[in-house]
């Protein structure tokens, strides 16, 4: 068993800006914006119309068929309108407007306690799937589709991601203190659909809080332990957990669960609880705001749907003084610049970040020919040669960056951008290439399909 993955860097935490803030619950006022494509696979298909009524915790979307989720209201109100709106990636997605009429009013039965002592790993799947949870740590892959693989029977590991290791976010370090009992008992739940699984709880030393208080929840449950991990980033990535707790490395083309492991955010075993325990569907989640031009930094439980704007609002807008000059959602390392703040959130959102300077400005006036120093491959967490790859990007060759570098093993982290003294911009290189290599992939399946058509 590995003690830490390897590669990684150690990036200015930042986490002091937030990291005492107690989690409190926004209510938003404004009208609401629910993506239908806020996970990955196939958008949901709304199920609403124009001029309904609807009710927190009302299923508006469904799921549009295996890798997909459904999208639950998180206000109640009436349906606006359902149309193309800018969304945190740029582009304009159909989302399913809501008058939000501030009662929130609940959906009958949402919040009733369950007895749970006879369920099925049927009615568990069931629950996670009727309640829209996705990954909350990252990209929003559709839980119930995780927790049902090909061999359940294969799995050793339930690892429960408590890493926070994105600079910033200290979220999740909130949710672990305030709700140490709930996650566990979601970990128990998702153990329940693996007889031969162990769960593990990794959290970074720099949260003894957290680690405090999810040691004295898990103690004496005897297929639960905390694992206090190095501080060290992206310790929170799913393949840099697995190294550790498993002692084993995979390709991309493989998932967690072909090496025996199943990764789940600390704030997904909540939403599981929340759904099994509570009849309550996924509609709000935690995130960070936080950054230099933010007037209060905060840990907010915040409805999906609610605007950027909104929340940045409620954390008493802009310092003095101060103008904004980037905004960011998630962290420093692997978020999005958002190009407004009139933008909704959804359910992967763990963070806003808003700056009175832009780091990468500053990079662009500082950067110069790759100096060869090798950095970048000693801290990529995949063992990848960033600087070999960069060169075959800007050559433009896409055979020899896929093939002979392993091109679509990066998995941005940002970590070789970070260390890279002449200040390169490889990670967004990287990003650009992947996505012109399987955009060529899709066109070259798609002319095939045609063909024998």
Sequence with gaps: MKITFRGGVHPKE?????????????????????????????????????????????RIAEADGFVSANIISSCSGKVKAIEKRRTISGAMLECIVIDNDGQYTMAEGIGEKQDISGITK??????????GIVGLGGAGFPTSVKLAPKNPAGIKYVIANGADCEPYLTCNDQLM?????????????????FENAEGVICIEENKPEAIAAMQKAA?????????????????????????????????TSKLPADVGCIVDNVGTLYAIQRAVVYNEPLFSHVMTVSGDAVKETANLIVRDGTSFREIMEACGGLKEGVTLKKALC????MGLTLSSLDIPIHKTTNGLLLWSEDPVEKAELQMTACLHCGRCTTVCPQGLMPQMMAEAAEKGDMERYETKLYGLECIVCGSCTYICPAKRPLTQTFKRTKAEILAAKRAAQAAKSAAKG
Excluded: C, W
Aim: no cysteine; net charge positive; hydrophobic share 40%.
């Design 14 to 58: 930042q986490k002091e800006l937030s990291r005492e803030k107690e989690l409190r619950i926004l209510n938003a006022t404004g009208e609401m914006v629910f993506v239908m494509a806020q996970h990955i696979g196939r958008p949901a298909k709304p199920i609403v119309k124009r001029g309904d009524p609807v009710l927190v915790g009302q």
């Design 122 to 131: 049927e009615e568990i799947l069931a629950k996670v799937k009727d309640a």
């Design 177 to 193: 203190r305030k709700e140490p009992e709930a996650i566990v008992e979601g970990l128990e739940i998702t153990l329940k659909l």
């Design 219 to 251: 103690s004496g449950h005897a297929k639960i332990r905390v694992m206090a991990l190095k501080t060290k980033y992206p310790q929170g990535g799913e393949r840099s957990l697995i190294q550790v707790v498993a002692g084993v490395d995979f390709p």
């Design 330 to 333: 998630g962290g420093p390392m």
